[in-house]
C-alpha cells in the first residue's frame, strides 16, 4: 500500500536532478520508451513533465510539423525546460504550460498523452483522467506509468479499475523498468 504521507504529495524542484539523472536514462531511455507511439506532425502532451525527462525526445520525435505541450504544476520544473530548450531547434515545437492546482487547464486535442510518475500524487485522480478524457483525440493514445516504489500493485489496480469505468480501454501493459505502466485509449463509447 502507498504510504499516506507520500501519497499526492508533489515531487519538489529540489528533486528535478534526480528526475533528469544520466544514471536513470541507464534503465529508462526516453526514446525507446516513447518511440513505438509518436509520431512526425503528431500533437503530445508530456504531461507532469518535470524537468523535461522525455519533452526534448518528444520534440524530437514529433518534428517540426508537430507540437510538444510540456504541462507541470510547478513554475520551476517549466523554467528547467525551457533552459534545456534554449539554443536548440526544438525551441518552436515545445510549448510550456502551468497547470493550476486543480485542473489541467488546457483545451487542446493531443494524438498522445505521456503520464510519467505523476498519476500518484494527483489529490482527485477521477476528475484528473476525465480532464485527460477531454484532451486526447478519438484515436489518440495515452501511457501512464507509475514507480513501483511508491505504488502499489494493488493501488495500481485501482486505478486500472478506475481507468475502465472512466470509459478508457487498456490496450496493453508495456514493460518499464522499476514501474506499472498501462496504454490506453477511448475505447468503444456508448
Do not use: W
Not at 533528469?20 to 507511439?37: C, H, N, T, V, W
Not at 517540426?64 to 504544476?73: F, H
Not at 476525465?130 to 484515436?139: G, Y
Request: charged share 30%.
Amino acid at each position: 500500500m502507498m504510504k499516506t504521507k507520500d501519497k499526492n504529495k508533489v515531487c519538489g524542484l529540489e528533486h528535478a536532478g534526480a528526475l533528469d539523472a544520466s544514471m536513470r536514462r541507464l534503465f529508462q531511455k526516453p526514446g525507446e520508451i516513447i518511440k513505438p507511439y509518436i509520431k512526425e506532425g503528431m500533437t503530445v502532451l508530456d504531461m507532469g513533465c518535470g524537468p523535461g525527462f522525455f519533452s526534448i525526445e518528444m520534440a524530437k520525435m514529433a518534428g517540426v510539423s508537430g507540437k510538444v505541450v510540456a504541462a507541470d504544476l510547478q513554475e520551476g520544473m517549466l523554467e528547467k525546460v525551457r533552459d534545456k530548450l534554449e539554443g536548440t531547434s526544438y525551441k518552436n515545437t515545445v510549448e510550456l504550460h502551468k497547470c493550476q492546482s486543480d485542473k489541467i487547464g488546457l483545451s487542446e486535442r493531443f494524438d498522445f498523452i505521456l503520464i510519467f510518475y505523476m498519476l500518484h500524487e494527483v489529490p482527485i485522480q477521477s476528475a484528473f483522467l476525465k480532464e485527460i478524457d477531454t484532451l486526447l483525440k478519438p484515436d489518440g493514445k495515452i501511457l501512464i506509468v507509475e514507480p513501483i516504489f511508491h505504488v502499489s500493485k494493488r493501488d495500481f489496480n485501482n486505478v486500472k479499475e478506475m481507468i475502465n469505468d472512466i470509459g478508457f480501454e487498456i490496450i496493453e501493459e508495456p514493460r518499464i523498468h522499476f514501474s506499472r505502466s498501462v496504454l490506453i485509449n477511448k475505447g468503444k463509447r456508448e
